[in-house]
T-cell receptor, first 115, second 114 residues
Framework: AQSVTQLGSHVSVSEGALVLLRCNYS??????LFWYVQYPNQGLQLLLK??????LVKGINGFEAEFKKSETSFHLTKPSAHMSDAAEYFC?????????????FGKGTKLSVKP | GAGVSQSPSNKVTEKGKDVELRCDPI?????LYWYRQSLGQGLEFLIY????????KSGLPSDRFSAERTGGSVSTLTIQRTQQEDSAVYLC????????????FGPGTRLTVT
């Protein structure tokens, strides 16, 4: 069965600093991987996804993630944090590893950005 | 166009009562998902509808939970004989179909069981 582990339930960075949110997955088949963001009292919004092809994926708001099969990781990064990045971030993997079915989410990482 | 809408936004109910939560997906989206978000458990998949196929109910936590999707559009999640542990935010999402397509989430229904 597929699973996702996000290291660190809370991450705090200073404005302008590098953002690094860690995600490791477990999958018995080639995974489809996703990062979603949730702002307070809102639903989730897709930041980026990896399905096949290029392992470095660029998303919205300056975020990117790199799929590393050997490390079973899909860490999310942004070179310079902005106050508006404060939110909760969820890594997810497709349950069946393919194009059908639902997503399995990690527990989430709450990002705080200090001025 | 309109996004995914859910109603009510908040629901307070007494233990043992039944509740119905509604989801209106984006028009034309064939896939519809229900998730539950709680402090202790994070985001949990509940049920998935895809077109006219039988729904994937593998995430429903007990037989007190059920859902239907009428006419391939609106969906209702029903919780019978609510328990305090059912308190959570219930999120609905829809997509064009396969999981590679973005799931568009509604704002959720916050359910509190007293």
């Amino acid at each position: 069965a597929q699973s996702v582990t996000q290291l660190g339930s809370h991450v705090s960075v200073s404005e302008g600093a590098l953002v690094l949110l860690r995600c490791n997955y477990s999958s018995s088949v080639p995974p489809y991987l996703f990062w979603y963001v949730q702002y307070p009292n809102q639903g989730l919004q897709l930041l980026l996804k990896y399905t096949t092809g290029a392992t470095l994926v660029k998303g919205i708001n300056g975020f990117e993630a790199e799929f590393k099969k050997s490390e079973t990781s899909f860490h999310l990064t942004k070179p310079s944090a902005h106050m508006s990045d404060a939110a909760e971030y969820f890594c997810a993997v497709s349950e069946y590893g393919g194009s059908q079915g639902n997503l399995i989410f990690g527990k989430g990482t709450k990002l705080s950005v200090k001025p | 166009g309109a996004g995914v809408s859910q109603s009510p936004s908040n629901k307070v109910t007494e233990k043992g009562k039944d509740v119905e939560l509604r989801c209106d997906p984006i028009s034309g989206h064939t896939a519809l998902y229900w998730y539950r978000q709680s402090l202790g458990q994070g985001l949990e998949f509940l049920i998935y509808f895809q077109g006219n196929s039988a729904p994937d109910k593998s995430g429903l936590p007990s037989d007190r939970f059920s859902a239907e999707r009428t006419g391939g559009s609106v969906s209702t999640l029903t919780i019978q004989r609510t328990q305090q542990e059912d308190s959570a935010v219930y999120l609905c999402a829809s997509s064009l179909g396969a999981v590679i397509y973005e799931q568009y989430f509604g704002p959720g229904t916050r359910l509190t069981v007293t």
